[in-house]
């Protein structure tokens, strides 16, 4: 069965990725749980800090609704265990270091800085449903209240 509006809403695109602890991750897997995806430019810098604590806060209540959640950049397993180590953080990771999962969702971006110009992950979030369909997408994120926006939109799942 499928409604006009499931066949609007794109699907995911699968991928399998290294994570913090020695594991891999595949999306498709996760199937019929819906995940959150949130991308992000660099481990231990301030936003990116805030982010994953923000969600690691959160990580109880998302679990209650069934929801799993994956930070993802283009940092490797090593800095991301530091990374969580560090600030204690319970969210799992996802390494993206030859950036195909970051150009497939397109948050891969130029961006500037200082007069600068280069490229980067556009700190960007996806909530897909059950069917591995993006139900929703944040893009060009600003941290303060962004995991209890999330959280709020996967309660409507």
Excluded: N
Excluded at 48 to 55: L, M, R, S, V
Excluded at 83 to 111: I, M, N, Q
């Amino acid at each position: 069965m499928s409604t006009d509006s499931a066949q609007a809403a794109e699907m995911a695109p699968d991928f399998t990725l290294p994570r913090d602890g020695g594991d891999e991750m595949t999306l498709s897997a996760l199937r019929p749980a819906p995940v959150v995806l949130f991308f992000y430019p660099r481990d231990d810098t301030s936003g990116c800090t805030k982010e994953a604590i923000g969600f690691s806060g959160l990580l109880p209540e998302f679990a209650t609704l069934g929801v799993r959640i994956y930070g993802i950049s283009k940092d490797s397993v090593a800095k991301h265990e530091k990374f969580v180590a560090k600030h204690g953080l319970t969210v799992p990771l996802l390494s993206d270091e030859g950036g195909d999962t970051c150009e497939r969702y397109g948050v891969w971006k130029e961006k500037s800085m200082y007069g600068k110009t280069f490229m980067g992950i556009e700190r960007s979030t996806f909530l897909i449903d059950g069917d591995g369909r993006i139900a929703r997408e944040w893009r060009k994120v600003k941290v303060p209240g962004h995991a209890e926006e999330v959280l709020t939109a996967a309660k409507d799942l």
